[in-house]
């Protein structure tokens, strides 16, 4: 009997051992506690197997000590696993010490024992024929069995509290630990009291390590398992369908019996009632799907995302499958509403630019066979619409044009919000009547009150040729038709033609080289000769003209335009206030004494500061500041009119003298001249047309010429063509004039030879 023991003690140490080296390979974390456990099994294993092989004092002794000592590492071990496995903390720092202090102390009585005899011996016994030797105890042993004893009753306590408060589902990994221990203490209690030779309680430990190791590492409570699963499957928002391996449904949860209306759990009219809800025959194969189904539609549509899923053995046969089906209607409407939002104007619900241009290319590249339209749509001084009845009433005026489009443009057209108050519109170009839409713009009224507005709108028009082109060319191809009736009232329709187009690419042409044709001076300064009325040269008017190297002499109206919409009319200006300078300087070497009046564009006061520009010059080639006289038209004073006043101010106070050209030509021209600084008036002849018999004509034209005496300013004429109307403007007091009567716009040497001539 003591070999059998001794032998099943080895076979338990080993497969202890094995345990060990699996444990150290999981990822649950508790298995550090349970490696120290069981460590920790093995000391008293073995000194239990040394003493019951042994037949001599010494060997059984030793054994004595290794199986006391080790039951105290174990029972240290055992209460550490106890509070990992059961999730506890110890209450403060106090009892963890009290209880390692206890067990430190039983460590060093044993250790005294050989000195003092104090704690245990041994004595010898007859078992199977031979000498067995056991235990005598002694004080010190009380105190090792009252010390380990108490440990194991706390950890038996703390097991049957965890089992006790815990839910049902839990009691089982709690109740076998706990039994196992119950019966292993009992079986050693028994032992040790009833004296009986050989121990072979340690066989009890060792199937409670092992049993320790399985359910801490590897046990999965089956009933634990089925019954949260089964409340998981209740519990969830989504209806879920079980059906066994045949295709029958077997259970639902209470949000699927709600779906599909069952009764009576009455699972087998699942499928019916399924196909009856969703249109939809449910596959009861081992395949597997998932999908979106909508019901019903427009607003009151629902949605549902469906998945089938199969439910397979470890050998890969079907057991079963599972249908789930969850309701998300909101989340699609949201998500709906999101798209709406990102691909509709806030305002006018309305195509935003970027999806307008989109879905205009898939209908373009979707129809091939169909000639379409791009509009354009704008409305007319918009800003001073805003301005003058407020933004409420500029965005009524928005929302009215959006219905607009909605109530004329045809269903296979696309239209929307480009930004602003511009639109754009797509349309088939059979649907396209130009006639019907200048009526239907010229009675679009917006009402304020009693108050009735007739709101002037825009339309450029391209015909989409090049398919292939980019929307946003299109559009601006329809721009540029629109910009050619910009500040017209009653025309609301432009088309985009091939004129328009060689404009674009003339203007392209020629900003490219004007850099390079100012370095090089291919543009150069024309001069008209100003005359008094002795007959007298007293100055000239600079023009530019370009001779450029391909395209040949170029007169302003080539370029002059192109150059004051797109801004560089600036480099001109500044180029030409220099040439003027030069002209001058070389003109006081020859002692003559002219001046020369120069343009001021509207642009050249948002790109520079004139003012300083001008002075600049003049003080750069030393001239009297009177001799460049800056002319300026009455648009320069249509915007910001404080600050230019007082730019012209700062030049007047520095010597130079103001002319203003095209009086009379404009609508402000009166109401600005009380305020602004000016020296000379240009008379426009050409608001009296080709008659200068016209009694009204002449009338206005003396009227003019008398305020300006009265106002203190000087009178010039352009445009003078003919000697009668030289002879005419004379007697009404004009003093200075200028035309082709004289001279047209010439070159300087042209110029120069002129002036010799007309001094001879």
């Known amino acids: 009997m003591r070999y059998a023991f001794a032998g099943l003690y080895i076979v338990m140490v080993l497969a202890i051992l094995a345990c060990m080296s699996v444990a150290k390979s999981s990822y649950r974390k508790i298995k550090g506690a349970v490696l120290m456990l069981l460590t920790m099994l093995i000391p008293p294993m073995i000194g239990n197997m040394i003493i019951i092989l042994s037949t001599a004092k010494i060997p059984a002794t030793i054994g004595c000590y290794i199986y006391f000592i080790g039951m105290d590492s174990f029972i240290m071990a055992l209460l550490h696993f106890t509070f990992e496995y059961c999730v506890i903390s110890w209450p403060s720092k106090i009892p963890r010490y009290l209880v390692h202090a206890v067990l430190t102390i039983d460590v060093i009585q044993y250790a005294m024992n050989p000195i003092f005899g104090h704690a245990f011996d041994t004595e010898a016994i007859q078992v199977d024929g031979r000498p067995y030797y056991r235990v005598i105890p002694y004080l010190g042993q009380t105190y090792h069995r009252v010390i380990v004893y108490g440990i194991f009753a706390a950890v038996l306590v703390i097991f049957l509290i965890k089992m006790i408060r815990s839910a049902r589902v839990y009691m089982e990994r709690y109740f076998v630990i706990l039994i196992t221990l119950v019966l292993t203490g009992g079986w050693q209690s028994y032992y040790i009291f009833s004296r009986t030779p050989v121990e072979k309680s340690m066989a009890g430990y060792g199937i409670f390590g092992l049993l320790i190791f399985y359910f801490a590492l590897y046990y999965r409570p089956l009933t634990l398992l089925d019954r949260l699963l089964a409340n998981m499957a209740s519990d969830m928002p989504d209806a879920i369908f079980f059906y066994d391996a045949d295709g029958r449904c077997i259970w639902a949860n209470k949000p699927a019996i709600e779906l599909v209306g069952l009764k009576d759990d009455k699972f087998d009219r699942s499928p019916e009632l399924l196909q009856k809800k969703f249109g939809d025959k449910y596959d009861v194969s081992d395949s597997e799907w998932s999908g979106v189904k909508t019901v019903g539609c427009g607003s009151k549509a629902s949605y549902y995302f469906q998945a089938k899923r199969t439910v397979r053995d470890e050998k890969g046969h079907v057991t079963g499958s599972f249908l789930t089906i969850r309701d998300i209607t909101a989340e699609q409407k949201l998500l709906q509403q999101e798209r709406y939002n990102a691909t509709h104007d806030s305002l006018t619900d309305l195509f935003t630019k970027e999806f307008l241009f989109d879905s205009i290319r898939k209908k373009i590249d979707e129809n091939p066979d169909q000639d379409y339209m791009v509009h354009y749509i704008d409305i007319l001084n918009f800003k001073l619409i805003n301005d003058v009845f407020g933004t409420e009433f500029g965005d009524r005026t928005l929302k009215k ?110 900003s490219a080289q004007l850099k390079e044709a100012l370095r090089k001076r291919n543009v150069v300064p024309y001069l008209q000769p100003i005359v008094d009325t002795d007959g007298n040269i007293v100055g000239a008017e600079a023009l530019a003209r370009w001779i450029h190297p391909h395209d040949g002499f170029l007169p302003p109206s080539d370029f002059i335009p192109v150059f004051e919409k797109n801004g560089m009319i600036v480099e001109i200006d500044r180029y030409m206030w220099r040439c003027a300078c030069e002209i001058l300087s070389e003109w006081e070497k020859q002692g003559r004494d002219l001046f020369i009046s120069v343009n001021i564009s509207p642009k050249d006061f948002y790109f520079m500061d004139v003012a300083s520009e001008i002075k600049d010059l003049v003080k750069e080639f030393d001239l009297d500041p009177s001799k460049l006289r800056i002319e300026i038209t009455e648009t320069v004073m249509m915007t910001d009119v404080e600050n230019r006043m007082k730019v012209l101010d700062d030049l007047r106070n520095e010597g130079f003298i103001v002319e203003m050209d095209d009086f009379g030509s404009g609508y402000s021209s009166l109401n600005l001249l009380k305020d602004m600084p000016v020296d000379v008036l240009k008379i426009d002849m050409r608001f009296l047309t080709s008659n200068s018999d016209d009694v009204k004509a002449r009338t206005i034209l003396q009227n003019i010429i008398n305020l300006s005496k009265d106002l203190g300013m000087f009178s010039l004429t352009e445009g003078v063509e003919t000697k009668k109307q030289l002879e005419m403007l004379s007697d009404m007091g004009c003093k200075l004039f200028q035309g082709y009567y004289f001279a047209k716009p010439l070159p300087l040497n042209e110029f120069d030879s002129l002036l010799a001539s007309w001094s001879a």
């Open 401 to 510: 044009l959006a219905t607009f489009l909605r109530d004329h443009v045809p269903s296979d057209g696309v239209f929307g919000r480009i930004g602003g108050d511009t639109f754009g519109v797509l349309v088939p170009k059979e649907a396209f009547d130009e006639k019907k839409l200048e009526e239907d713009l010229n009675a679009f009224t917006m009402n304020e009150g009693p108050l009735e507005h007739h709101i002037v709108i825009h339309v450029g028009v391209y015909e989409v040729v090049e398919r292939d082109m980019e929307i946003s060319f299109m559009f601006d191809r329809a721009l540029l038709a629109m910009s050619t009736i910009e500040d017209e009232y009653q025309t609301h329709v432009a088309f985009y033609d091939e004129k328009i187009r060689n404009d674009v690419l003339w203007a392209q042409h020629i």
